[in-house]
């Protein structure tokens, strides 16, 4: 139970007010705050995004640990990142060598900045997903993007693909779990990286597998209650704009201004 956490894409249910908040509202207001992650460039800005977060996190009312565990997915792309910027930059005061290749303090803090910036962006993402129904997020999605089906693009398909896509995110996470633990019980080891490589690459064919019985269930199941693309679709529950649901844009905008401005 200690070790469980929350995946991008799953929705944990809840009566916060991020949970109450409009799911278009949610949406924009990610969006505004990652384009300002975006222009980080200061420890201060860095602060303020953080803060900005940190907050979003305890109003949501999630547990903030099982939040924070859902970076272990992204973990190794983190440390890749750092590595690689560190590599990069080769100027500046060096920090320390090793077997004579210099490290430069440039590339460590600069390395630093792009994992942090990079580490809010994901965990806006997942407090979105987490906060807000699979249902609801199609449904934003689908008015947002409603001026561009005057240019013929198929918004409620696109809305009803991502959707999709994010609800199969933490199905797939339990799948490999399922696998993995199958794959102990016949006695594979996985102690060790070069084993626990190698056993990964074991769980991709039955997870490939797995996958398209659950995309051809889905499917089925669509068919069965009569899905049809080219029909407008019915909403039980109208979203409503309310006046919170402008406030939090606002709050976004201005900690995006302040995120800029330092």
């Known amino acids: 139970m200690s070790n469980e956490s929350v995946l991008l894409g799953q929705y944990v249910h809840g009566k916060s007010v991020l949970h109450r908040l409009d799911a278009r509202a949610k949406i924009v207001s990610v969006f505004i705050f990652a384009l300002a992650v975006f222009g980080v460039g200061s420890w201060l800005s860095l602060l303020i995004s953080t803060i900005y977060l940190f907050s979003l996190m305890v109003l949501s009312k999630l547990s903030i640990p099982m939040l924070l565990r859902s970076l272990k997915v992204v973990a190794l792309f983190l440390l890749l990142f750092f590595l690689l910027q560190v590599l990069a930059v080769r100027e500046g005061k060096v920090a320390f060598s090793i077997a004579g290749f210099p490290l430069y303090m440039e590339g460590i803090i600069e390395a630093g900045v792009v994992v942090w910036r990079t580490m809010l962006l994901f965990m806006a993402a997942t407090l979105m ?13 689908e008015s947002l993007l409603k001026p561009l089906k005057r240019l013929g693009v198929p918004v409620a398909e696109l809305a009803l693909m991502m959707s999709i896509a994010l609800r199969f995110i933490p199905i797939l996470k339990r799948e490999l779990d399922l ?10 080891s996985s102690e060790g990286f070069t084993k626990r490589l190698y056993t990964f690459s074991a769980l991709l064919v039955p997870l490939f597998v797995r996958s398209l019985k659950r995309a051809e269930e889905l499917a089925e199941a669509m068919e069965a209650r009569g899905y049809d693309s080219k029909v407008p679709r019915s909403v039980w529950k109208k979203s409503k704009w309310s006046l919170k649901d402008t406030f939090a844009v606002a709050l976004a905008l201005g900690t995006a201004g302040l995120i800029i401005w330092f």
């Open 179 to 188: 696998i993995r633990r199958a794959q102990q019980a016949r006695g594979v």
């Open 129 to 141: 997903t987490a906060t807000t129904s699979p249902l609801h997020i199609t449904s934003a999605v």
